[in-house]
């Protein structure tokens, strides 16, 4: 099956946003994606918004950037969506906005699906995990300029999968029970049949025949059922980072995409000086994933295929000193440094669980602390804007 990998300008950034609403009184899920897109959509010329689009579940809108060179920009295109977003919430008068990798506390069976084939075909297919699949995650797209190198980064990434899940990690809490994981949305989501952990696969042709081999034996349609945490994008010429958790600040979105921009640039420009990637064995990779998503920033993890193991916010930080070159050639060399900014002051999963704590667990009290941060996260990006203006 061949499948064309898409002509894309090289490192050129784009992000997914994935947001949730609730009730703003009770902190619930509110199913009211579709009548927030039916505004949206009545606003826009052609009768649809080009950009903010539905999810499997009627509780969340999805922010899609544009195309961007930067980091920055990419960001404040989704600052922007979220703005137009905000301004029909506020409108219905009863509902908030938040981000994270999971609700604190609402129950899959109360929730809504979106009524398109595609979600009622994998509902059907996998039932209660597909159910559940109450999460929300930031995707990051980095163009790739040659097919050829589009499999050897997503390799190489994987030597970073658990870095990216901790600094990310989001979801401590899942249906009013603390997990004790940081991100509980990793292991769930790995439940369905294409997600998770990408296969070994030497080449682009190889990774053809995987794909069809599961269009020929039923499991999927085409290869944008598979779902794996980081998969090459044929569609956009890109690799597609998607392991991450939904995030609830412009900060930790632009440190995200700033380290996997970063990444992939170091890695195509290694890969161009005929060096080798690191690319650890499959059980380590596996390993590592396990360990992000239980401890979080607190995680000891596999560096090398030598087994040496090391604390991955230490492991963090040496690498953001070493893409300081590359970031400056990108123009994110301070959306880089954001990612010391996570570590010094705690990750989302550490606020939530300090939230809890100091409100005698009551994790409504974490969905208000979840929607001050991105409202007031929104607050900041005006303040800024306005002072620019001046």
């Not at 099956?1 to 992000?15: D, K, L």
């Not at 870095?163 to 029970?177: I, N």
């Not at 996997?260 to 161009?272: I, K, N």
Request: hydrophobic content about 40%; overall charge negative; charged content about 25%.
């Amino acid at each position: 099956m061949p499948i064309e990998f898409a002509r894309s300008a090289r490192s050129t950034v784009g992000i997914e946003w994935e947001i949730a609403i609730v009730d703003r009184a009770t902190g619930e899920l509110a199913s009211v994606g579709d009548r927030v897109l039916d505004v949206l959509h009545s606003r826009s010329e052609g009768g649809r918004h080009p950009t903010i689009t539905e999810e499997m579940l009627t509780n969340t809108v999805e922010l899609v950037s544009g195309v961007h060179e930067r980091v920055a920009d990419a960001v404040a295109d989704l600052q922007g969506q979220l703005d137009e977003v905000r301004t029909v919430v506020d409108e219905l008068g009863e509902y908030e906005l938040i981000c994270s990798g999971s609700h604190p506390f609402s129950q899959w069976y109360d929730q809504h699906l979106t009524d398109k084939p595609r979600y009622h075909k994998l509902v059907d297919r996998t039932r209660w995990w597909g159910r559940n699949m109450m999460i929300w995650g930031v995707h990051v797209h980095v163009g790739i300029e040659d097919q050829r190198k589009a499999l050897p980064i997503l390799d190489g990434l994987l030597a970073y999968l658990p870095h990216l899940q901790a600094l990310s990690a989001s979801s401590p809490f899942w249906a009013g029970v603390d997990t004790g994981y940081a991100s509980n949305r990793a292991l769930m989501f790995q439940q369905l049949p294409t997600a998770g952990l990408p296969y070994p696969l030497a080449d682009w042709a190889a990774y053809e025949r995987y794909v069809d081999d599961l269009v020929r034996t039923g499991v999927i349609e085409d290869y944008s059922e598979v779902r794996w945490d980081i998969r090459p994008s044929a569609k956009w010429g890109t690799v597609e980072v998607r392991v991450c958790d939904g995030v609830s600040t412009a900060e930790e979105l632009a440190a995200i995409g700033a380290l996997v921009q970063c990444l992939v640039e170091w890695m195509s420009t290694r890969l161009d000086e005929g060096q080798t990637l690191t690319v650890l064995q499959p059980w380590y990779v596996r390993e590592n994933k396990w360990r992000a998503a239980r401890y979080g920033l607190d995680a000891e993890v596999i560096t090398d295929v030598a087994g040496t193991e090391r604390l991955v916010s230490d492991d963090l930080r040496e690498l953001v000193t070493t893409l300081v070159p590359t970031a400056e050639r990108l123009g994110c060399a301070s959306e880089l440094q954001l990612v010391r900014g996570i570590l010094d002051r705690g990750g989302s999963y550490q606020r939530q669980i300090a939230v809890a704590e100091a409100n005698d667990g009551d994790l409504a009290a974490v969905v208000a602390h979840l929607a001050e941060e991105l409202r007031g996260n929104e607050r900041a990006e005006r303040a800024d804007a306005e002072a620019s203006a001046r």
